[in-house]
């Protein structure tokens, strides 16, 4: 068994920022990386949208640039996984049997895409998102154009797939179970989607959910989606989104506190020493908030990963920032920083007309206020702002709503001097 080093369960975006940061703080010692998938880690968010385009190289979605692992002296255990963990040992073991003694040990096991249990789900063409292969395999189903496409959920990954496939061609059918796309926005910026997907031609089933999928008799491929009205939706390609379970076996296993995620304090430690938990897999406490959450944006795996290494180190650090994220929909590009727990039933202020969807390229700014605070902001088609709504949200200062919404007061002036 080799000697004791910073061991880290997951090949994803938190890893590599983890094992980038190990380096960047001074430790010398062994870095070993064990990863399910055969590639270094990578950037998930533009398969969904740029790289699944075909407007972004394969290279682009490197966490750390090629020779980066080899000229740092960290080894990458890929296309393996982590067994067991053996908190009291310090030790875990791979799936070949073989054990690695831990200092320090960063859960970072991600996430998996939610299946639907439904008759016919097993035909082929019915897909799911999430690794670099599925945005691969999806693109070339979709860049030919001229197919029929049925997105199976209405969040953000549905809506984002929903474009590209219709950038390309296709026919484009969504469904989802709220009366709004990306259900966890106000009715209103809901609204503002589905009309621009509207525009576009894709069309929607609110409301609905699927009960059935049908197969043609000669292949066994997917040709229909039955919803709970009766209706039958042509189908050539049904992409199903409807969000991911968290990858908790190994750490309920292990004995660890497990609810909605790996529980985590705003260091990122588990409830078991020398064991730390980031990314989409982690459930943290948030500082600004008191509240427990566990986000699956990009930038909460990137600075979680960052915070994780720095705990692992014994170095003072918590994730003490807004949770981000950016999607591009058509020619819309939104930036979203905040905490979308407290968002849920606050003061909706806007700056800016929302009524300007036909032409697509007019910006707003959305607020959300909460006794005075501004707890989640967002930019859409306005991207010089994210700056400045990121550093209202971390002044925690008392804003007036007037001056948020009135476009002739410049938004740094809405931020404190320091």
């Known amino acids: 068994m080799d000697e004791q080093g910073m061991v880290i369960a997951g090949g994803g975006l938190a890893a590599g920022s983890a094992a980038k940061t190990l380096r960047a703080e001074g430790w010398e010692g062994p870095i070993t990386i064990v990863g399910a998938e055969h590639r270094a880690p990578y950037l998930r ?16 979605l490197e966490v750390n640039p090629a020779g980066w692992y080899a000229e740092n002296d960290v080894e990458l255990r890929l296309g393996e996984n982590v067994a067991q963990i053996v908190p009291a040992s310090r030790v ?43 945005s691969l395999a999806l693109r070339s189903e979709l860049e030919g154009g001229g197919r029929r496409v049925v997105l ?47 525009s576009h031609g894709v069309e929607f089933r609110l409301g609905e959910h699927p009960v059935e999928f049908k197969a043609s008799d000669d292949d066994g491929a997917v040709s229909c989606v039955v919803t709970n009205t009766g209706e039958r939706l042509g189908a050539d390609l049904v992409v199903v ?17 497990v609810g909605n995620g790996v529980v985590v304090d705003a260091s990122l430690r588990t409830s078991a020493e020398g064991i730390f ?55 819309v590009s939104l930036e ?15 700056r800016g007309s929302i009524d300007t969807v036909d032409d697509g390229l007019a910006g707003f700014v959305a607020f959300w206020l909460q006794h005075g605070q501004v707890v989640a902001a967002m930019n859409v088609n306005a991207p010089r702002s994210q700056k400045a709504l990121k550093a209202i949200i971390a002044s925690r200062a008392v804003v007036d709503p007037a001056r948020l919404a009135d476009p002739a007061v410049p938004l740094a002036e809405l931020v404190p001097a320091v």
């Open 45 to 60: 968010p533009p398969l969904s949208k740029e790289f699944l385009l075909g407007k972004a190289p394969e290279e682009d």
């Open 92 to 134: 875990v073991r791979l799936e070949s049997g073989q054990l690695l003694a831990y200092r320090a040990l960063l859960l970072a096991t991600g996430a998996q895409p939610r299946t639907l249990d439904l008759p016919g789900a097993q035909y082929e063409g019915i897909v799911t998102l999430r690794r670099f292969e599925d």
């Open 152 to 198: 199976i959920g209405s969040g953000w990954i549905g809506m984002e797939v929903a474009a590209a496939a219709r950038t390309y061609g296709n026919e484009v059918t969504v469904v989802g179970r709220e009366a709004q796309p990306l259900g966890q926005l106000e009715p209103e910026l809901g609204d503002y989607f589905r009309r621009l997907h509207e």
């Open 241 to 257: 989104a409807v969000g991911v379970t968290p990858n908790v076996g190994l750490a309920r296993d292990a004995k660890l506190v």
């Open 277 to 331: 938990a980031a990314g989409d897999v982690a459930n943290s406490l948030q500082p600004f908030t008191g509240d427990h959450v566990r986000s699956e944006h990009w930038s909460n795996a990137l600075n979680g990963g960052k915070v994780a290494a720095k705990s692992m180190l014994g170095v003072g650090a918590a994730l003490d920032i807004a949770p981000y994220f950016y999607t591009d929909q058509f020619e």
């Open 336 to 350: 979203y920083s905040g905490y979308g727990q407290r968002a849920r039933g606050a003061q909706l202020v806007m």
